[in-house]
């Protein structure tokens, strides 16, 4: 009979898998069951604790909810700690022991892990947070420029500048300065190398007439003062220079008069195409500050979308993140997040660890008492299954002999009758034959006339047949299997004939 817990020892033992019966009789194993227990709850607080922390950063959930779902976790994982220490029991052989330690302590590393991550998280709350703003950060410039290289926003750039000429083009009315035309240009260029060569004539007249002046004074050349050979000869070149420079200054001045009309002629050009100008460039800006406002309203609204995404981007996963930039980058945040995780981790696979070593041990008393008393339990269930046996088989035997009992009756009942209906039938027929015979001996008695008073019939004398029952074939059904059994029904044999009970009746016919 199992024992209800009284204490709170009591219930941690029983959490641990122990039997309080058998503790009472082995009080020994009493502290180690308690301390198991213990450590039981230990590991569901923490997985409480560890949910809580993980709802609230994962779903940003309210507090009170948090804790409610945290302990409904930490119920879970208590459950299975309890299964994983319930299922192992102690066994002498140490494969046996190991293949069942294995899977359990790997499923223990795994609810270690889950358990003790949120918690890790939790320390080093401070320090993620910063490193999460900076991952914020980087996703939106690598966001930003993912946007400048796409090709759907490439045009972007074009149509600001587009949209840009073509409002200035529009508050200038079209006016655009003649001297840019080609002509004008050309007119210039024209004009610029005639002056020059103007320019060139008139200084080697100047020269030349300085030269002439010079040999007047006699100050240089021949150094002879007056008139003479060297003066005459100096003139006469300064004289044909003069000649040259007034064929350039002609030159020139048509030049000049090309450049004004041709200026003249764009600027009346440049008044029509102003207008053109004008309006092909409202036409452009309609069209392009549409597509410019398209494009900009899309890029925007996946701005928006990308910048809140990414304001909320703090749950599990970026903390997760968040923790391996810091191990990267701080050598010493890395080994204590190592270390903190490997500390979850063994409380957590501490009961089923402990469980296992133990069962390498040599059996405790507890142990023994628990094999003795399943081997109990086991021996009085297996008499209790032999007696329900021994009565199920005895209730079927009555069945079988009451079943038996009725069919011989009914067999009986069958012979009777059926020897009352042939005795009848025998009856009828013998009955018939003795009245035809009376009739033909009537017949023949009136052909002949004779006055006698007519003879009375005669009733037929039979002797009773009484019915006789085959006492072999009521053994035989008697040793024949039950027509009913513990499953349904079986088939019975069939009755003989009648014309096989009623012997004697088969001899008169």
């Not at 009591?10 to 009080?27: E, I, K, M, T, W």
């Not at 779902?69 to 299922?87: A, P, S, Y």
């Not at 006469?236 to 350039?248: K, L, M």
């Not at 450049?259 to 004008?278: F, H, I, N, W, Y």
Request: glycine fraction near 6%.
């Amino acid at each position: 009979m199992r024992s209800r817990p009284r204490s709170a020892g009591d219930r941690l033992a029983v959490l641990a898998g122990a039997r309080l019966d058998l503790l009472r009789v082995a009080p020994g194993a009493r502290s180690k069951y308690v301390a198991l227990g213990g450590v039981l709850v230990s590991t569901g607080a923490l997985a409480a604790l560890s949910m809580a922390f993980a709802v609230h950063m994962a779903l940003g959930a309210w507090w009170g909810i948090a804790v409610l779902i945290g302990l409904g976790w930490g119920l879970v994982i208590l459950n299975l700690d309890r299964m994983l220490l319930v299922g192992m029991a102690h066994d002498s052989s140490w494969r046996r022991n190991l293949g069942l330690a294995l899977p359990r302590l790997a499923l223990a590393v795994v609810l270690g892990t889950v358990i003790s991550t949120p918690l890790t998280l939790q320390v080093f709350s401070k320090e993620v947070d910063a490193t999460i703003v900076t991952l914020q950060a980087e996703a939106a410039e690598e966001f930003t420029d993912e946007l400048d290289a796409d090709a759907r926003y490439a045009q972007i750039p074009v149509l600001t500048q587009s949209i840009a000429e073509d409002q200035a083009v529009v508050a200038s009315g079209g006016a655009t300065d003649p001297n840019a035309d080609p002509r004008v240009a050309a007119a210039e260029a024209e004009r610029d190398s005639k002056k020059a060569v103007y320019d060139a004539a008139s200084g080697r007249f100047d020269e030349l007439q300085a030269k002439a002046q010079c040999e007047l004074d006699g100050t240089c050349g021949s150094g002879d003062e007056g008139q003479g050979a060297a003066y005459f000869a100096a003139a006469a070149a300064a004289g044909q220079q003069a000649a040259v420079r007034e064929t350039a200054k002609a030159e020139l001045d048509a030049a000049e008069a090309a450049l004004q009309e041709t200026r003249t002629t764009a600027e009346k050009d440049a008044v029509g195409a102003a207008a053109r100008s004008v309006a092909l460039a409202k036409a452009a800006l309609v069209t392009d500050q549409a597509e410019l406002s398209r494009l900009s309203d899309a890029r925007l609204a996946e701005q928006a979308a990308f910048d809140a995404e990414n304001s909320q981007s703090d749950g599990i996963l970026a903390r997760l993140e968040a923790i391996d930039r810091l191990s990267e980058e701080r050598p010493m945040a890395h080994v204590a997040h190592v270390m903190l995780f490997l500390l979850f981790l063994s409380v957590e696979i501490l009961p089923v660890l402990m469980k296992a070593l133990l069962n390498f041990a040599p059996p405790t008393a507890y142990d023994r008492l628990v094999k003795v008393r399943d081997d109990e339990e086991v021996g009085a269930e297996e008499i209790r299954r032999d007696g329900r046996q021994r009565a199920q088989q005895a209730r079927a035997d009555l069945i079988v002999a009451a079943e038996t009992d009725r069919m011989a009756r009914e067999i009986l009942d069958r012979e009777l009758a059926a020897r009352e209906e042939a005795a009848r039938a025998a009856e009828r027929k013998a009955r018939r034959k003795e009245a035809r015979s009376l009739r033909g001996l009537a017949r023949r008695i009136a052909g002949r006339r004779p006055a006698v008073a007519e003879p009375a019939l005669i009733e037929p004398t039979l002797e009773t047949i009484e019915p006789t029952l085959d006492t072999g074939e009521l053994e035989a059904m008697m040793a024949a299997p039950s027509g009913v059994s513990l499953y349904g029904t079986s088939s019975v044999p069939a009755p003989r004939p009648a014309a096989e009970l009623l012997q004697p009746l088969a001899e008169d016919r």
